[in-house]
Antibody, heavy 120, light 108 residues
Framework: EVQLVESGGGLVQPGGSLRISCAAS????????MVWVRQAPGKGLEWVAS????????NYVESVTGRFTISRDNAKNSLSLQMSSLSTEDTAIYYC?????????????WGQGALVTVSS | SYVLTQPPSVSVAPGQAATISCGGI??????VHWYQQKPGQAPVLVVY???NRPSGIPERFSGSSSGNTATLTISRAEGGDEADYYC???????????FGTGTRVTVL
């Protein structure tokens, strides 16, 4: 069974930093692109970042470029998102997501999410 | 960047069909995926590549795409289908994933 378990969410002050992680199991992690998607309270889904299988290719939504860094450790089946210069607009549930292995086009598995709250 | 537009809400009577639209320029040339999200839960994929259903998704869920509109149809709607639904495409012009604005389906 595919499992994606996020950790590291919490309360952080504006301008602060936070790192969230995702522990993957039940599939060959190193075969998949991996993605972070977020959802602000009461709002829709927003793609945040993607990372390819060996960590050499990544892309980000413009609003987080230069502030967020996506990374992975294939030996530990782990995905991370380092977030800095956080603002209240970054408050959201952050989902760890697995795209399909063939095209990395659709998202076939989602974690339960990590809540990140940016507030003073 | 590419924009996907959905109606904010759709209401349907039990047993009837609900149709959710997803508008985007020449969307028929892209692969469209659909997700169901119930309150307090993570999204679940219900249709991928316009018309395909993952295993475990009822046949009542079907997708289509033509011109500038993709459509998710829920046949014989049930109370358990009440949820938010999002369309999604990969925009290869920007190398970004794009989600639609979301539609709340209410089964009256």
């Amino acid at each position: 069974e595919v499992q994606l378990v996020e950790s590291g969410g919490g309360l952080v002050q504006p301008g602060g930093s936070l790192r969230i992680s995702c522990a993957a199991s039940g599939f060959t992690f190193s075969n998949h692109w991996m993605v972070w998607v977020r959802q602000a309270p009461g709002k829709g889904l927003e793609w945040v970042a993607s990372l390819n299988q060996d960590g050499s290719m990544m892309n980000y939504v413009e609003s987080v470029t230069g502030r967020f860094t996506i990374s992975r450790d294939n030996a530990k089946n782990s995905l991370s998102l380092q977030m800095s210069s956080l603002s209240t607009e970054d408050t959201a549930i952050y989902y760890c997501v697995r795209p399909d292995v063939r095209s990395a086009s659709w998202f076939d598995s989602w974690g339960q999410g990590a809540l990140v709250t940016v507030s003073s | 960047s590419y924009v996907l537009t959905q109606p904010p809400s759709v209401s349907v009577a039990p047993g009837q069909a609900a149709t959710i639209s997803c508008g985007g320029i020449n969307i028929e040339t892209r692969s469209v995926h659909w997700y169901q999200q119930k309150p307090g839960q993570a999204p679940v994929l219900v249709v991928y590549d316009d018309t395909n259903r993952p295993s475990g998704i009822p046949e009542r869920f079907s997708g289509s795409s033509s011109g500038n509109t993709a459509t998710l149809t829920i046949s014989r709607a049930e109370g358990g289908d009440e949820a938010d639904y999002y369309c999604h495409v990969w925009d290869n012009d920007s190398d970004h994933h794009v989600f639609g604005t979301g539609t709340r389906v209410t089964v009256l």
